[in-house]
């Protein structure tokens, strides 16, 4: 094999960082005045990997609160960014800046998934200093894999990119499980959690998955729930029934019904713009 096909893919990879990272410096000059995060890829390439370039990217990920999300909106607008799609049901608006999609969301997963809430990983979060001395802010490893624990059931497990699984794996690898679990049951995602770690637990050797799966319980919160998100993740099929399905994994009552109410709006939208 010629050596150089062994580099193009790391080469490539850095040249993505590259852009990536232009695009981000561009991003919180316009977002200056507003709180938001940078969360997955665009900071856990620095935070987790020796070499960022071994650490795939697609996209930048921002998170603001809520009650921010239309002034982030308005601040990239007045930059001359118009939004490329934006969903009132998900609180999320994506723009594309120097040839790099930047998502602004205001809440982790779909409103009503995840009980943990941008104003609380804001509080908790640190300062990351990216090349070329770009300072954004970060959230703290807890609070990173539970959006990533989010991200991957969201995906579908076996739909999350291969290196986001990488991700989440070293997250609980470097965190202590037991303040996870507690900030799993904070959050009132026991059961997506649980699904999560059953999953990876089956197809990946590192036994952070089977320690992680004794906090949880050796029983799921809700085991008639997870068998049946088990058996539709196993499917290509989807339907409005399993989003919602999906989007009512959180524990709590309140949560889910936050959840429907955010999904039968957006369905009520989507069908009136037809």
Not at 57 to 72: E, G, H, K, T, W
Not at 231 to 241: C, P
Request: aromatic share 6%; net charge positive.
């Amino acid at each position: 094999m010629d050596p150089r096909s062994r580099l193009a893919p790391s080469a490539a990879v850095w040249a993505r960082h590259e852009m990536a990272l232009a695009a981000l410096a561009e991003s919180m000059r316009a977002l200056a005045d507003v709180p938001s995060l940078v969360v997955k890829g665009m900071v856990l390439a620095y935070a987790l990997y020796d070499d960022p370039a071994s650490r795939p990217m697609a996209d930048i990920d921002l998170r603001v609160r809520p009650r921010d999300l239309l002034r982030a909106v308005r601040a990239m607008r007045q930059r001359g960014y118009e939004p490329v799609w934006s969903s009132r049901q998900l609180g999320a608006v994506c723009f594309e800046v120097r040839g790099t999609a930047v998502e602004l969301e205001s809440t982790i997963g779909p409103p009503g998934l995840c009980a943990l809430s941008v104003s609380r990983m804001l509080a908790r979060s640190s300062d990351r200093v990216l090349p070329g001395g770009l300072r954004v802010r970060e959230p703290e490893l807890l609070d990173h894999a539970i959006v990533m624990l989010v991200n991957a059931f969201k995906d579908k497990m076996a739909q999350c990119p291969e290196w986001s699984q990488d991700d989440l794996e070293t997250l609980c690898e470097r965190v202590d499980l037991d303040v996870l679990a507690r900030r799993v049951a904070e959050a009132g995602i026991g059961s997506l959690a649980w699904i999560a770690a059953d999953w990876m637990a089956q197809r990946r050797p590192a036994p952070v998955w089977r320690e992680f799966l004794a906090r949880l319980g050796t029983r799921p919160q809700r085991p008639l729930y997870v068998a049946i998100m088990r058996r539709w993740m196993a499917r290509d099929t989807v339907t409005l029934g399993s989003r919602v399905l999906a989007r009512v994994a959180n524990d709590s009552i309140a949560q889910q019904s936050l959840a429907v109410a955010a999904t039968a709006a957006g369905s009520a939208l989507w069908w009136i713009a037809r």
